[in-house]
């Protein structure tokens, strides 16, 4: 086997792992069952409203994947480095054959595996849901499920930042405040280009809302895209657009993930 | 060439807002030659454990220079060739024992094959068969234990680095962890361990250092550092069933310490020639020896002797974890 391949054979060891220790979490069960019942109400929420079923179900089916996509995606990255330390289970896997950022590498890819199974059967329920209802689930919907997915990726490398040199409860904090900031970029750009425009604060908003993830990207259904509405049911976002998602996390993501490496390399694990 | 090199190895601590340090190791040197088994001796907070994990790249020294398997440490090909088992094993614990054998084995690169026959023979190999598909949070200390060394040996290592190996096990599983010890020497591997049990180290160990609160006291074969001068000789003997009181009264006056104990009479002298004398005197009155035992000095002496040399009351004060508070 090349050396890269050896190199990939010790990060899927330590990916599978990962995978296999979130799968066996009781808390994950508990949060998809969650999902569940939230697809399960808006059955409920589509008998009360006139003859749009299918549209509640997508809206609030769609919002449940993500609310608890975000939940786990929070409470597994912040937890995903601080465990090993806490745990001590570093003191037994950094001494084998493989290097820091391999581990760190290995523990997003067995993360990124989760989430993304999750979201698939996640989606694959909330189908189920809506093709029960006289409805299609459509491409709109796949698109709107993939951007879900990326959004949860780069919370993930975003978590994993903080948590390679904070504690989880300050890692949780800080990631939690940054998606809730990255979520509302529009906004943050509205005023710093709006009233505040060239005063100290507006130029200060201006510059969170370029360096903080763009967190809105990623959950466009039901608000602007350069003057257009845009929405899962009709005029949704295209396949370049969801490309264009992709780089964008994928680059962000990948900076995130270089900065922790890079912090995890030097620390000492007392 | 030395298995491990440690020159002049220094690390400090920096804690707290205050950022206090603590000198954990201070400057120690030894070297490890391929095929012995090292013991690395010293009480609680003594820098052993601080030296080890430097050693296997945990932690960065602050000075000084490590080479393990003429390696730095920490180097990836170099943990290829070495085994290391934690003080106090913490494992996946959701994990089966096989199932984290596996793992180490995915990253030492063995193919699905190698690492069935492999995982297979260390769980025999530990007598772990019986706990089957059970996760390591249902085992007993001693299970983890012994799971702890199976990982270690996972890649046929050149070197096996223990700390505390026999912390937890009951006395069949001590004797279980020194003949494994015994057999991965037999087999030309080098083992360095760190213990408080000194029967054990006694038992095991080709060479020993001594740490004591960061610094090295001594370094060498056991042989070559206990005295091998008799510190007292013990003589059991038991009367003739004949004028038994008389026997016992006159021999009781000759010079020594003597008791009665379950086993029979016992005379203790710090005089060797005196105990020859003492075997003689009580063969001629027809009485018979039961034992005669010398005292030489032991490895827990020596322990303590070199623990309470540097046990000095103006010396800065330790914290917790070990160490030494600097300013």
Redesign the interface.
Known sequence: ?SPFG?SL??V???A??TF??AM?NRVLAVLLLFAVGLMAFSLVLGELSLHEEVRVIKDLGLAGISFVGILIALFLGVNLLSKELD??????V??????RWEFLLGKFVGLAVTLALLTGLMAVVLAIFVVSNGGTHGVAMLRAEILVLLELLLLTTVAMLFSSFSSPYLSAMFTGALWIIGRNTPELSAFAGGKLDGSPLGTLLGVIASAVPDFHLFYISGGNLEGNIVSIHEGFVSWAYVAQAAGYAGLYGAACLLLAVALFA?R??? | MSILEVQDLRKT?TRGFSRRKTEAVRGISFSVEPGQIFGFLGPNGAGKTTTI?IL?????PTAGRVSVLGAPAGD??A??R?G?L?E????????SAP?LLD??G????LDRGARRKRVGELIERVGLEHAGKRPLRSFSKGMLQRC?LA?ALV?DPELVVLDEPMSGLDPLGRKEVRDLILELRDRGKTVFFCTHILADASMLCDRVSFIVRGELKDTGPLGELLSPKVHSVDVVWRAPSQDADAVRTALRERAGEHETTSEGEVLRTTDPDAAQDFVRAVVERGGSIVSVHPHRQSLEELFVSEANADADPDQARTDDKGGRDVA
């Open positions: 086997m050896q054979a010790r899927w060891a330590v599978l792992n296999r220790e066996r745990r001590k289970t570093v003191f037994f950094i001494p084998k054959p493989l290097h030097r000492d694990f007392t | 601590f994990k296997m790249g945990l932690i960065f990836r090909a943990k290829a070495l290391y934690p106090n094993p913490y494992f996946y614990d959701y994990l199932e793992m180490v995915r990253i030492h690169g702890g990982q890649g």
